[in-house]
């Protein structure tokens, strides 16, 4: 046996109590390297951490001048219908309210920063804290879906699959649960897989389905919105995702339990039953011993929080004596331009249940894209959960093999299913698009939605000094030369292209865009088909409404010029359903903004935003897709009502195979 020196003993002692009096002090020291743990510990911490006035009025100002920037800040003051009831926010009145206003904590004051960015129901305009959002985040072993029965009434319920799903991703955590379910359900957690939910909280769930839907985010449409409450299914890069949905998986640590009257499956009896919230740390924060080392860990700038000068190296930026002349080059510099949703709740890899998997994909599948033969031998299917890729050459080749590996097969139906997509590059949804109706007016020399950009001031003198020669290597989004008159023919090197900008009152505000932007990816880098792959009237469109950004552009291209079906699977019965979420044109964050005004050595300017001092994320739409019914107004505000509704029923909900047969055999 080991005999300690008594004063090593007595040090030791001192030590842990020590350390012992400052977690009881510090709730940021309570929860360090801890993986699972109650909100309200996590609350505790986050709402430790004062308000720094120097602090706040760094992000008030990042925000606001980054608003510049956005398309559609005037037109989200009030959209028209059919979102007129859904988009409604003075962001940047908002933003002047809180500035002045005083807070408990700065968590208070993201929250508050946070949800009026979300009121505008844009996903690509977002305001994201790395230190708050999804730094923890909440489940419930209940994630829910609302299902139609025989006679068309709806009701919500735990999912069938619930049990499965929760002890394969919660581990050990599991037990927690099961310990705190009453007498006679204790330890038979898995009983409730499939209760209808009669009561959240005491009230009808769609009180909650309606609260939540006024905070998410992301998405127009009140019915997508409300599809978010409840849970789904994604095809991602490495494998089938299960989506617990808004109920079962919280960015924030706002909720501590929920009490739920349900009635499980082959019984009478209502039962109430009270769960608890589990908070799981996410795989990317960093340690902390403390409340100071929380913060200068989680919450301050790092490295891929604001842009760089592009040419901060004198051999780069090497400007000749004397008047400055235009650089001349080749046309057009090669870019993969991104439309994508950002979410405050990024996926946390779980996984659909194999029951439920579909198997055996064809030649061509990869990654995000999977290809399927039904057994009616005549309907093939894509599954697309995102257009991006690892590599764009990647997917874009994907596409082309697989759909020609259906036709081979004789698949003359084609089913796209882009369920929860999130968005990513706008040329594959241009490729997608051409590949599968062809070459005709629709598709060439355009196979998407002609654009816009805003053209504020700093954003003009932008342009005015790429003219005089400051992005020598074209890499700037505002180069002319990587952009097309709307008769799509190319910018010279020398056009100032927002100096005469198009003057518009919206809203009763004064805003000025660019000109129309024409093609922006043809010709394809990669030789298209000289026919059609399948008639596009034989095509049909599915998903839940989430169907971001490029995902939107492909759909409504397909819709509106090629006379596509669009099906919405799921959703409350007397609510309007659109096939697409939000459209956009193109998307960026603050750190790409900021690197055009850095590499335009503007960032002394007096409307330059500064660089964020917290980890933040900053979210716009960079480019607004302008109308194909109403060219004249963006599509972003036009109405896209889905062809079809299909209500889920016990036997298909977060199946995918057993949708897309429904589909193939009611729809097409």
Known sequence: MLHWPSGVVAYS?????AVSNASSLDP????????????????????????????KSNIIEVINKTLAFHTSVNYQKQAPPPFADDVHEDVLGDLARISSQEYASDFDLHIDISRAVK????????????????????FLPTPLVLLTDIDGSQHVHITPEAFNVSSAEFGDEIDVWQNALPDKLKGKLSSLSGAEVLLIDGEDPWVAAHANSLITGSYQGYGTRLNSFFSSYRRADDGWVYMMGNFAQQSLPLVDSVNLTIRRQDSDESENITLPYRSRVSPGAKPWTDSVSFRGNNCVATEYTNGIDLYAEPSLFALPPGPQQPFA??????????????DATPQQDVELPPELTPSSPLNGSAGVAQFYMLNDTETGVLVLGSF?????????????????????????????????????????????????????????????????????????LIVEEIVKGADPDGLSLYNPLSWEFANNTPFPATLNWLRLPVEKVINGQADAFSQILGDECQPFEMDPPAEALFDPKKVAIINNGRCASSCSLFSITMAKGEGSKTVFVGGKAGVQQQYCGIVGGQSTRFSQVDTEIKSARLK??????????TNSVQGITWRLGMGLDDPSEPEEWQ?????????LTIDIVNNPLAIWELVAKSVL
């Open 329 to 342: 080059l080749p046309r057009r510099p090669r870019r993969h331009l991104v439309n994508e949703l950002l």
């Open 604 to 613: 002394n300017h007096t409307l330059a935003p500064p660089d964020f001092k």
């Open 119 to 138: 009121r505008l129901n844009d996903g690509h305009c977002v305001y994201y804290s790395l230190c708050y959002d999804s730094l923890f985040t909440s």
């Open 28 to 55: 940021c020291a309570a929860i360090a390297n801890k993986t699972w743990i109650a909100p309200q510990d996590v609350r505790a911490c986050f709402t430790s951490l004062p308000v720094q006035s120097e602090i």
């Open 639 to 647: 109405n896209h009502p889905a062809d079809v509704n299909l209500p």
């Open 388 to 460: 991006a890729e690892s590599a764009f050459d990647v997917l874009q080749e994907s596409l082309l093999v697989g759909l020609l590996e259906l036709r081979e097969r004789g698949a003359n139906r084609l089913i796209v299913d882009v369920t929860n997509n999130g968005g990513g590059y706008i040329c594959i949804a241009h490729w997608l698009h051409r590949i599968i109706a062809g070459p005709k007016d629709t598709t060439i020399p355009q196979a998407g939605l002609q654009t816009v950009t805003r053209a504020g001031p700093l954003a003009q």
């Open 13 to 17: 002692l001192l030590a842990l109590v």
